[in-house]
């Protein structure tokens, strides 16, 4: 059975000050830096451990922090989208 990308399931959230590991169904584990997104970053212990499993194992929900990550771009290596760019891009006058 094929699981990558598209069947992946998480079914465990370990998450600590500096990053967070997914327990997937198929036994692998991801390990994923808190600052590929700074809403988790930033956010309290509280905040951070109240999530939920979204779309059968898929993604995961903050509610508390609008915040929802897809199993399937952690896996493709998909961080933050709603980030600024740090440089603007140039305008013509």
Same mark, same amino acid.
């Given at each position: 059975?094929? %699981?990558?990308?598209?069947?992946? $399931?998480?079914?465990?959230?370990?998450?600590?000050?500096?990053?967070?590991?997914? /327990?997937?169904? !198929?036994?692998? @584990?991801?390990?994923?830096?808190? %600052? /590929?997104?700074? +809403?988790?970053?930033?956010?309290?212990?509280?905040? +951070?451990?109240? /999530?939920?499993?979204?779309?059968?194992? %898929?993604? @995961?929900?903050?509610? !508390? =922090? !609008?915040?929802?990550?897809?199993?399937?771009? =952690?896996?493709?290596?998909?961080? !933050? +989208? %709603?980030?600024?760019?740090?440089?603007?891009?140039? $305008?013509? @006058?």
């Amino acid at each position: 059975m094929n %699981t990558f990308p598209n069947n992946a $399931q998480a079914i465990r959230l370990v998450i600590d000050e500096n990053s967070f590991s997914i /327990y997937l169904a !198929d036994g692998r @584990i991801l390990g994923v830096p808190l %600052t /590929y997104f700074p +809403r988790l970053l930033h956010a309290d212990k509280r905040q +951070r451990e109240h /999530y939920e499993f979204s779309g059968g194992g %898929t993604g @995961i929900h903050w509610a !508390d =922090l !609008d915040e929802d990550i897809s199993v399937e771009g =952690l896996l493709l290596g998909v961080g !933050d +989208r %709603t980030r600024r760019h740090l440089n603007p891009p140039l $305008q013509s @006058i």
